[in-house]
């Protein structure tokens, strides 16, 4: 027997069981269903998303506070929603990326003066810096 069967078999089953009840039982039944969905049409009060340790059930916890309202509605957010942390983690990951390549740049530079320093310190003729060779070194040297 498949679903669909045994959803019908069930509803076949009360329908048969509701034409036997005596009154006063149908109308017990029909005043739980009647208080039922009003309370499930209530709406209800949310959980607070923080509460304190030790803190009985009805507390509110740190939800009462206003200082801390934004901070639980973003952890709500944070919680439901994929697409936020997916592009929090993208952005971090390229805040990352431009502050390794930051430094690198300011790292070569720093290495490029550090060479123009030694060069311009040392006693060379100016004719060194015309060789062909004199590039050469200068790479070979800074490795």
């Given at each position: 027997?498949?679903?669909?069967?045994?959803?019908?078999?069930?509803?076949?089953?009360?329908?048969?069981?509701?034409?036997?009840t005596?009154?006063?039982?149908?109308?017990?039944?029909?005043?739980?269903?009647?208080?039922?969905?009003?309370?499930?049409?209530?709406p209800?009060?949310?959980?607070?998303?923080?509460?304190?340790?030790?803190?009985?059930?009805?507390?509110?916890?740190?939800?009462?506070?206003?200082?801390?309202?934004?901070?639980?509605?973003?952890?709500?957010?944070?919680?439901?929603?994929?697409?936020?942390?997916?592009?929090?983690?993208?952005?971090?990951?390229?805040?990352?990326?431009?502050?390794?390549?930051?430094?690198?740049?300011?790292?070569?530079?720093?290495?490029?003066?550090?060479?123009?320093?030694?060069?311009?310190?040392?006693?060379?003729?100016?004719?060194?810096?015309?060789?062909?060779?004199?590039?050469?070194w200068?790479?070979?040297?800074?490795?």
């Amino acid at each position: 027997m498949n679903e669909e069967n045994w959803g019908t078999f069930i509803r076949q089953h009360l329908d048969q069981a509701i034409r036997y009840t005596p009154p006063e039982a149908s109308e017990r039944l029909a005043k739980a269903r009647r208080e039922a969905l009003l309370v499930q049409r209530q709406p209800s009060q949310p959980e607070p998303a923080v509460r304190l340790v030790g803190a009985p059930a009805g507390h509110k916890g740190l939800a009462g506070h206003a200082a801390v309202a934004p901070l639980l509605a973003f952890a709500a957010l944070w919680q439901r929603s994929r697409s936020l942390r997916l592009t929090t983690a993208a952005l971090v990951i390229i805040l990352g990326m431009a502050i390794a390549s930051h430094f690198k740049t300011n790292y070569d530079i720093e290495r490029q003066a550090e060479l123009d320093i030694a060069l311009l310190v040392e006693d060379l003729p100016p004719a060194i810096f015309y060789d062909e060779g004199f590039d050469g070194w200068l790479v070979y040297s800074s490795l």
